[in-house]
């Protein structure tokens, strides 16, 4: 099956409700391999870049403040069919319709703070990821010592 990678964005309500290591847990134990990791606070500018293709809607402002009102924790998550997996892992866009087992349905009810962002296809993942990230800072594990456990998922 086709490696894919992906990018998250734990949104601003989820690193303060302390909700990252929650978050990713779920990603690492179903066996996602985290590649890339970042805690920073995203600027209007690259908001704005992040969410090009949702300008001019309605709620694009409001969604800008949100994702530009705190801290974020952004990572990039490796594994097969990674994109559509984590997004089946996330759930529907407001909370209160997400399914139970999501990480929006367990996790969240309010509005449209839904706590995490994860790319939507194959093009709008590697356009995120180099937004975010150097291609120096998506790690490769296969060039990890002897000291890394090897057959561990
Ligand atoms: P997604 O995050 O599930 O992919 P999109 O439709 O791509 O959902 O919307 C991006 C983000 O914009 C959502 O996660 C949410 O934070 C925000 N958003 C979407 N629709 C609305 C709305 O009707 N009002 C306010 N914010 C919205
Ligand atoms: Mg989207």
New binding site residues.
């Given amino acids: 099956m086709a490696t894919e990678r992906t990018l998250i964005i734990v949104?601003p309500d989820g690193v303060q409700r302390g909700l990252v290591a929650e978050i990713l847990g779920r990603f690492e134990r179903r066996g996602l391999k985290l590649v890339g990791l970042k805690l920073v606070r995203i600027d209007r500018p690259l908001a704005e870049r992040h969410?090009a293709v949702?300008a001019g809607k309605?709620?694009y402002d409001?969604?800008v403040e949100?994702i530009t009102s705190g801290p974020v924790v952004i990572g990039v998550l490796e594994g097969p069919k990674a994109i559509e997996v984590v997004r089946a892992m996330?759930g529907?866009?407001r909370p209160n319709e997400a399914a139970s087992g999501t990480i929006r349905g367990d996790l969240a009810v309010e509005g449209?703070r839904?706590l995490i962002?994860?790319s939507?296809a194959p093009e709008t993942a590697a356009e995120e990821i180099s937004l975010y990230f150097s291609e120096a800072e998506v790690l490769d594990y296969s060039r990890s010592s002897e000291h890394w456990i090897t057959g561990a998922p």
Avoid: S, V
């Fill in positions: 949104k969410y949702h309605f709620f409001e969604l949100y996330i529907k866009t449209l839904n962002h994860g939507d």
